[in-house]
């Protein structure tokens, strides 16, 4: 099977796309084109994919990316078996072409409800573009093959669809948590707590515990955390693919998720929880339902109030005070991500589903 998979907002070494769904379809001997913003990001295709380059999909500045994506959709249409895409925009680069192989959307994330995290679009925009939003996804919904993220996804839907939850790559083994150092994985911004990530930091540094924030930051956080770095307050990485920013897991005191309380949020799965879990450290994040369902039930960290830089750093010298807590709450988490979300557990149902969409079951 030959899949072409496209994305023009997301990085090309986004880790739901290349390091779990691609290397999945790669790893059973399917052959995978990838259309993503290589140069855009500065980012080299890997190896075991054909890379193919498109403009970037950035706040207003998306037709081009998306006329772009059409283009290259026209030109492969007759030599792929199935065509992923990752992105809403998409859907106008793959809707009215002709003679077109079947066509999956891999839905992220709510799209309506992202709308308000959106600086970038005028408030008295945001209802006509979510009705927007509603409507794509309804006609998406008839027109082609739907992948969810997440289950609480299904209510947007008439129909049933497959769950391909945002699971991750569980190591053999794990280094026991530390005691000098937490991090924070993921995406950087107002919504996602970088404020107080950077205020944590700044009640933790008498206490010689390093914050080490590993992620693409949004515009309006960048000058933030530049002046962080700069006061000598935490580390920041920016973005960097996902198997060599897991690696900096391993040993940290804690992983923090700091999100806020939106409409986004609350019925996702951070995955950064998963993959701290993953790494044998405890997490300490805020009450979004689906994290403290988690937290809680495995019993892998702790919660902590919306909005709250101060009980964020008393979790932390809780848990860097106490090694047998520390230690004992890394490994519930850990042997809990290797029994229940193991990207591989989900990974043979992917590529099975795409195999009887491309009609190769048949």
């Known amino acids: 099977m030959h899949v072409l998979v496209m994305t023009v907002v997301h990085n090309p070494e986004d880790a739901r796309i290349l390091h779990r769904q691609i290397r999945a379809l790669v790893d059973a001997g399917h052959e995978v084109t990838y259309a993503a913003s290589f140069t855009a990001h500065g980012v080299v295709p890997r190896p075991w994919v054909t890379g193919v380059d498109l403009p970037r999909a950035a706040q207003r500045k998306r037709v081009a990316a998306v006329l772009a994506a059409r283009r290259v959709f026209k030109r492969m249409r007759g030599k792929v078996d199935l065509v992923l895409i990752h992105d809403p925009e998409l859907l106008f680069a793959v809707w009215g072409v002709r003679n077109s192989p079947p066509v999956v959307w891999d839905v992220h994330e709510d799209t309506p409800a992202t709308l308000s995290l959106k600086p970038w679009l005028p408030s008295l925009l945001r209802p006509p573009v979510r009705f927007l939003a509603r409507m794509l996804e309804s006609t998406a919904e008839r027109r082609m093959h739907l992948l969810l993220a997440e289950t609480a996804y299904a209510g947007r839907f008439k129909h049933a669809h497959l769950i391909v939850p945002n699971e991750t790559w569980v190591p053999d083994s794990v280094t026991p948590p530390g005691d000098d150092r ?112 988690l937290v809680e039930r495995y019993e892998s960290g702790v919660v902590v109030p919306w909005e709250d830089p101060k009980a964020v750093a008393q979790a932390v010298l809780t848990l860097r005070d106490d090694v047998r807590e520390r230690r004992a709450q890394g490994a519930r988490g850990y042997a809990s991500a290797r029994a229940n979300h193991h990207w591989p557990n989900s990974a043979k149902r992917f590529v099975a589903q795409l195999e009887d969409w491309a009609g190769l079951l048949k």
């Open 182 to 293: 937490v991090v924070y994985l993921g995406w950087l911004s107002r919504a996602r707590g970088v404020l107080e990530a950077i205020e944590v930091a700044r009640l933790l540094q008498p206490y010689r515990v390093a914050v080490e924030l590993i992620g693409y930051a949004d515009p309006q956080s960048r000058p933030l955390l530049n002046q962080a770095v700069t006061e000598g307050l935490l580390e920041w990485r920016d973005f960097m693919p996902n198997d060599e920013a897991l690696k900096r897991l391993d040993g940290a005191l804690a992983g923090l998720s700091l999100l806020h309380d939106e409409p986004n949020y609350r019925h996702s799965m951070p995955t950064k929880i998963v993959e701290y879990m993953a790494h044998g450290i405890p997490v300490i994040t805020t009450p979004s339902p689906r994290a403290v369902e």
